[in-house]
């Protein structure tokens, strides 16, 4: 009977034990002190501590800054972790990141291609025109409206191109970039060892 009051009463203690909120703060001196009730008047350092010892995620203890930054890193994190999943999926060796950025820079450079080729016949009609133009000017002829509109969409045409070539540069540092990036984390991913 003894036996089963003094684990009947162990088993109360322990449960009010479990339950109770302790709590955490720094005094006046610089001291660390712990306790079942918080301490009386203002302090901001207060942590409510688990059962455990850990702190407890209340919201309350946080500044907006602090939770407006755990956010941002849980955010940053999950989008780490989906990038990851889907490199795994899309990957099994590093050499297969290799063929993919030769493919998508073999699809620039066809691009490109394009690109140099209409600028090319662009400029050399941009040269007629000029011509014309010259002459006109020489036999002190005016420069018809039509002349004039064709000279300045072809001007804008070329400009859009030159546009065009700039942006698929640095599409093309991108693509470089990122199949290094991807190629150094697949081998972390994959614990790969250098041959």
């Given at each position: 009977?003894?036996?089963?009051?003094?684990?009947?009463?162990?088993?109360?203690?322990?449960?009010?034990?479990?339950?109770?909120?302790?709590?955490?703060?720094?005094?006046?001196?610089?001291?660390?002190?712990?306790?079942?009730?918080?301490?009386?008047?203002?302090?901001?350092?207060?942590?409510?501590?688990?059962?455990?010892?850990?702190?407890?995620?209340?919201?309350?203890?946080?500044?907006?800054a602090?939770?407006?930054?755990?956010?941002?890193?849980?955010?940053?994190?999950?989008?780490?972790?989906?990038?990851d999943?889907?490199?795994?999926?899309?990957?099994?060796?590093?050499?297969?990141?290799?063929?993919?950025r030769?493919?998508?820079?073999?699809?620039?450079?066809?691009?490109q291609?394009?690109?140099?080729?209409?600028?090319?016949?662009?400029?050399?009609?941009?040269?007629?025109?000029?011509?014309?133009?010259?002459?006109?000017?020489?036999?002190?002829?005016?420069?018809?409206?039509?002349?004039?509109t064709e000279?300045?969409?072809?001007?804008?045409?070329?400009?859009?191109?030159?546009?065009?070539?700039?942006?698929?540069?640095?599409?093309?540092?991108?693509?470089?970039e990122?199949?290094?990036?991807?190629?150094?984390?697949?081998?972390?991913?994959?614990?790969?060892?250098p041959?």
């Amino acid at each position: 009977m003894r036996r089963f009051i003094a684990f009947a009463l162990l088993c109360t203690v322990a449960l009010s034990v479990q339950g109770a909120t302790l709590y955490r703060w720094v005094d006046e001196n610089g001291k660390v002190q712990f306790s079942d009730k918080p301490p009386s008047g203002q302090s901001k350092d207060v942590t409510e501590l688990d059962k455990h010892g850990r702190a407890r995620n209340t919201g309350n203890n946080q500044s907006e800054a602090e939770r407006a930054a755990e956010l941002e890193r849980q955010r940053v994190a999950t989008e780490q972790r989906r990038k990851d999943r889907a490199l795994l999926q899309s990957f099994s060796k590093p050499e297969e990141v290799d063929i993919l950025r030769d493919r998508q820079i073999e699809a620039l450079a066809a691009a490109q291609q394009t690109n140099r080729l209409r600028l090319q016949t662009l400029q050399e009609r941009q040269n007629r025109l000029n011509q014309q133009i010259e002459r006109l000017k020489k036999n002190k002829k005016p420069i018809s409206a039509d002349l004039q509109t064709e000279l300045d969409l072809n001007r804008d045409e070329i400009k859009t191109i030159n546009q065009s070539l700039a942006r698929q540069e640095l599409e093309l540092v991108k693509i470089k970039e990122k199949a290094e990036a991807d190629k150094a984390r697949l081998i972390q991913l994959r614990n790969i060892q250098p041959k």
